[in-house]
């Protein structure tokens, strides 16, 4: 049964971690290549501290779902 279990637990760890890659790719690396090649009608004046904000935001979405992965290791047992 702990084989199992250990399995299911692993598998929960990698889906929150890779729920905070989506996390930080859509929200950082998306609008930060978007404002690069000037598409999504990205403002210039006033958009840097919008996307500052928002870059602070899905940073600390995705740390938090990478925590919850790491506490969700915490369950496996020997």
Same mark, same amino acid.
């Given at each position: 049964m702990?084989?199992?279990?250990?399995?299911?637990?692993?598998?929960?760890?990698n889906w %929150?971690?890779?729920? !905070?890659?989506?996390?930080?790719?859509? +929200?950082?690396?998306?609008p930060a290549? $978007?404002?690069?090649?000037?598409v999504?009608?990205?403002?210039?004046?006033?958009?840097?501290?919008? %996307?500052l904000?928002? !870059?602070?935001?899905?940073?600390?979405s +995705?740390?938090?779902?990478?925590y919850? $992965?790491?506490?969700?290791?915490?369950?496996?047992?020997p």
């Amino acid at each position: 049964m702990s084989l199992i279990h250990n399995e299911q637990v692993k598998l929960t760890a990698n889906w %929150f971690n890779t729920m !905070a890659s989506a996390a930080v790719v859509a +929200g950082i690396i998306v609008p930060a290549a $978007a404002a690069f090649y000037g598409v999504g009608g990205y403002d210039h004046a006033g958009g840097g501290w919008r %996307f500052l904000l928002s !870059a602070v935001i899905w940073i600390c979405s +995705g740390s938090a779902l990478h925590y919850f $992965a790491r506490r969700t290791l915490r369950r496996l047992q020997p």
